[in-house]
């Protein structure tokens, strides 16, 4: 993978042709570069208005032996490895054409894909990657199934991936892979091909699926010796007279020889790579996964969506940075002084949104009559300290704001979480509720000790000029 801060493409277009896994069916895949921030999305140019598809997790579809992706009626099947290798080509973007509804399945593993990548390879695009470090333990557990998929904080910028396998059958017995970081994925996984038990086969092209399987393109383990009458019925389901398999054969029963001796396990790897990539982020961390299948993948790679919005949508309340007002210039166009100056800094401003921040000292004049013994900043002074932020922000919209004071008129929804006691440093984040008109401005503002909400509220105040400048 490209280790870089940047998003990449790629610098021509890629084809592939081949039959799908599932349906059978002869497709033509493009791989087509795309701009910036446009992620990974498939296109199906068999349908009228060509239409597409993003390739997240909440369009999945189906995770029945692999990860379909739907939208309005269209679906695209079959996902995973087509975009195991470009996640782990360090491919933010691209443009996914189909002509049918499959990826084509060609050996039953990436390594084509991966192949093809580096042949065109990548170039740089201007806008940043989208990452998401881990910084607490996600997981998904699914008794039933017996699957559990967990990723823990590293310390390194990587995705780290360790799988087991093991699924009670002496054939495959219980298997380990372990990928260190995505510059690996070429030489150790994007070979490794899809598998599957003989006693599987019927069941699975009885439900319609595995149409265009094949001795070829996956790894087919019989778990015990099948006779020549057993071999044509397993045949006959499939629609074909014969399987290409040796009776009485047991374990791999492939055309080729396993690529690795724990090769099942390092296709799981390869799948979950594949399904992760549906977070449209590159992720940083280290996952363990045992018995994994596209159900558990795609319910683990929610969860992480989950996470991922929940970060991507708190303010920066980091307090290192430096300050866009300090306190002396706070106190040039706030009326309030010690000891009611409740704003130390503010950290930042944009167009509808304010962050400051109040040090909670053991000097704090309220402490000496409130809860002395036990000392708790108030709950109205946090709200004060909110408020005094809010209005920085509403003097901030007006000319020679020196001259004008906010008044606030209504609070709601105010609630505290926890209590914030000496030492701490309150972060206040207020954003617009709705444009300033008329003097009145409707914010939402959230207060926050080393990231966890203590407090919040819904503020509504009025910029009123109430001083005049020629009097001064």
Not at 33 to 39: D, F, K, S
Not at 82 to 107: F, K, M, R, S
Not at 257 to 269: D, G, I, S, V, Y
Not at 299 to 323: G, S
Request: hydrophobic residues 40%; charged residues 25%.
């Amino acid at each position: 993978m490209i280790q870089s801060n940047k998003q990449h493409t790629l610098t021509s277009s890629i084809f592939f042709k081949g039959v799908g896994l599932h349906t059978g069916e002869t497709c033509t895949m493009t791989i087509l570069p795309a701009e910036g921030n446009h992620g990974y999305k498939f296109q199906r140019t068999d349908l009228e208005d060509k239409p597409i598809i993003d390739a997240l997790t909440k369009n999945v579809c189906s995770t029945l032996r692999n990860t379909s992706l739907g939208k309005d009626g269209v679906e695209v099947h079959t996902t995973e490895h087509i975009l195991a290798a470009l996640y782990a080509a360090g491919v933010d973007n691209a443009l996914i054409q189909l002509n049918g509804v499959e990826v084509p399945i060609l050996d039953g593993s990436s390594d084509m894909f991966t192949q093809g990548i580096e042949k065109v390879g990548t170039q740089e695009l201007e806008e940043d990657r989208l990452f998401f470090k881990v910084r607490k333990n996600i997981s998904v557990i699914d008794k039933e199934k017996d699957v559990e998929m967990l990723i823990v904080p590293i310390e390194e910028d990587e995705l780290r991936l360790t799988v087991m396998v093991d699924y009670n059958n002496a054939v495959l017995g219980t298997q380990h892979a372990r990928l260190e970081n995505l510059s690996q994925f070429s030489k150790e996984i994007s070979t490794c091909r899809t598998f599957v038990f003989m006693n599987e086969v019927k069941s699975l092209a009885e439900k319609g699926l595995i149409k265009g399987g094949d001795v070829d393109n996956a790894v087919v383990l019989a778990e015990k010796p099948y006779s020549k009458a057993e071999l044509r019925d397993i045949a006959k389901a499939l629609g074909r007279t014969e399987l290409g398999v040796v009776e009485g054969e047991t374990g791999v029963v492939s055309t080729s020889a396993l690529r690795f001796t724990n090769e099942p396990a390092r296709h799981k790897l390869l799948d979950i790579l594949g399904d992760l990539a549906l977070t449209g982020r590159y992720i940083h961390g280290h996952v363990l996964a045992a018995r994994p299948g596209h159900t558990a993948n795609v319910a683990f790679a929610k969860e992480i969506d989950v996470k991922i919005k929940a970060v991507e949508q708190m303010p920066d309340l980091r307090t290192d940075r430096e300050a866009i007002l300090d306190v002396n210039q706070i106190s040039k166009l706030l009326p309030h002084r010690y000891p009611f100056l409740l704003v130390d800094s503010i950290l930042e401003m944009t167009e509808n949104s304010i962050t400051g921040l109040k040090n909670v000292t053991m000097n704090e004049p309220f402490f000496q009559g409130h809860f002395p013994e036990n000392p708790i900043m108030p709950g109205v002074l946090q709200i004060e300290a909110m408020a005094q932020v809010g209005g920085v922000f509403a003097l901030s919209s007006v000319d020679e704001p020196e001259y004008w004071s906010t008044y606030f008129m209504k609070l709601d929804d105010v609630r505290f979480k926890q209590k914030v006691v000496p030492g701490d440093t309150i972060v206040f984040h207020l954003k617009l509720i709705s444009p300033i008109r008329r003097g009145l401005v409707h914010m939402e503002g959230k207060g926050y000790v080393r990231g966890k909400l203590v407090s919040q509220a819904i503020l509504l105040a009025q910029v009123i000029k109430d001083r005049n400048p020629t009097k001064d």
